[in-house]
């Protein structure tokens, strides 16, 4: 008889790649997972591993036995959804993986809709850029993965894995506030914080009269993501079909670092909408030509979609992400 949980190791390994990155997802040494696999090989009785350089590799009958395992899994994890479902009450752990202007944004809400309707459940969330939660999801470390899409990019498509749109976020250059603007694009006025750097009403002014926003933010310092993020890509090839190179002066994943650097006047930026929580935006934005969005969504494994704990979640956190729509009016 196959054991179960030997066989879980087995599948990490085709999905991970080496034992000790096992090992330090299950918290277990190197050598006890190695021990383990050697079992899972006696239990077969065919070869399940062999050398290549310093590293293992699966052989033809292991990747055969991973398909087997992975149904094994699911079926498992269908079971413990049915049985949650006959339950009154909504409880167990969830644990999501979510990136920054999402966690921002739409978790806290929805955390205080699930204490309430759902007392019985932990949710637990941590922060995740969306292409390693998506994989950690598939790999069993979470739950519920929420990512983004940014237009004309597409993610590596997962087969055991369904996607739920929970919003389409709008995303918009954002400049230093200024109070001349009649247009309801900024929002409160300015506090100076660390001096401004370029005069920014003359910024917005230069975009009207040129019809395109990016032209006029050209010359100027900007803040972007780092690179070989989704969001960095988009915004690069944004300015070059614009005509420019951004001058970009100041790289970080951190969101509410740019909303600063740009409210001080030390950079321009391309803000998500969402990053304002249904607050009143506290720096200038302007559309975009085309007037990008980008999407978020949910996704989990298809064995999990319909255990009552991450329907609870996703219902909660589709209801956030409505009332986190940037103000009308912005």
């Not at 590799?57 to 149904?71: K, M």
């Not at 994989?135 to 894995?161: K, M, N, W």
Request: glycine share 6%.
């Amino acid at each position: 008889m196959l054991d179960v949980r030997r066989l879980r190791l087995l599948v990490e390994l085709s999905q991970r790649g080496t034992l000790a990155a096992v090992a330090d997802a299950l918290s277990y040494s190197p050598s006890s997972v190695s021990q383990q696999l050697s079992q899972l090989e006696k239990e077969a009785g065919v070869p399940l591993l062999e050398q290549v350089g310093r590293r293992v590799q699966l052989t033809p009958q292991a990747q055969l036995l991973v398909g087997h395992a992975r149904a094994v899994l699911d079926r498992l994890e269908e079971a413990e959804a049915d049985v949650a479902r006959s339950l009154t009450a909504v409880g167990g752990t969830v644990r999501i993986a979510v990136f920054q202007s999402a966690a921002h944004a739409m978790v806290p809400q929805a955390l205080t809709l699930l204490r309430t309707e759902h007392p019985a459940l932990r949710v637990e969330v941590t922060e995740r850029e969306p292409d390693a939660g998506l994989f950690e999801v598939s790999a069993r470390d979470f739950d519920l993965v929420i990512a983004e899409q940014y237009p004309g990019h597409t993610r590596a498509h997962r087969d055991d894995l369904d996607r739920v749109h929970l919003a389409s976020d709008a995303i918009r250059l954002a400049l230093p506030p200024h109070p001349s603007s009649a247009r309801g694009r900024t929002s409160r006025t300015r506090t100076p914080e660390m001096g401004a750097s370029f005069p920014a009403g003359a910024s917005i002014r230069s975009a009207d009269a040129a019809g395109t926003t990016l032209d006029a933010a050209a010359g100027l310092p900007w803040v972007l993501e780092p690179q070989g993020t989704a969001s960095r890509e988009w915004a690069e090839q944004l300015c070059r079909e614009a005509g420019f190179e951004p001058d970009v002066r100041f790289e970080t994943a951190d969101l509410m670092a740019h909303i600063r650097l740009i409210r001080s006047g030390n950079a321009v930026g391309l803000l998500p909408d969402l990053v304002w929580a249904g607050e009143a935006p506290s720096v200038t934005l302007v559309d975009l030509p085309g007037r990008p969005e980008r999407e978020v969504f949910s996704s989990t494994r298809l064995a999990a979609a319909d255990r009552p704990g991450v329907v609870a979640c996703r219902d909660a956190l589709a209801r956030a992400a409505r009332a986190s729509a940037i103000p009308a009016g912005r």
